[in-house]
């Protein structure tokens, strides 16, 4: 078991797990380009159960390629994106790696969704890539 907290940017969200890591990945998506305003976004999956938050983030919904609906949860005071969320994933959470304390653990072990990855993106060639995301 890992030990992971973390917070957004104001600090009105912040969460405890104690749990173990799932997975992690860089996600390339249109998606996650346009809810971080980056070229891709890093996600820490693990047990929602494990999960404690404090404070209350907003939602928004939106459907996946694949058919499921995704939820982004964010801090309505700073916009930060705290977890996300998918219908496909039940019993799992996504941390966004930029909100997590324990730096150190951010280690993404693939690259999804490159077919829409920035073309100038630098990729850890070490790291799987996958067009889309696996099943």
């Given amino acids: 078991m890992t030990e992971l907290s973390g917070s957004c940017l104001c600090g009105d969200i912040s969460y405890k797990a104690e749990a173990d890591i799932k997975m ?39 459907p996946a390629d694949s058919g499921s609906t995704l939820t982004k949860l964010f801090c309505s005071n700073c916009g930060s994106q705290v977890f996300g969320k998918n219908t496909s994933r039940e019993g799992v959470i996504g941390l966004r790696a930029g909100t997590l304390d324990q730096k150190e653990l951010i280690q993404p072990q693939a690259n999804v969704f490159c077919d829409s990855a920035v073309p100038t993106t630098p990729m850890d060639d070490t790291l799987k890539k996958f067009p889309k995301m696996p099943g």
Avoid: R, W, Y
């Fill in 24 to 62: 992690i990945i860089n996600c390339h998506c249109s998606d996650c380009q346009k809810a971080t305003g980056s070229v891709h976004g890093s996600m820490i999956f693990i047990p929602e159960e494990a999960l404690a938050i404090n404070g209350s983030p907003s939602g928004f919904q939106h």
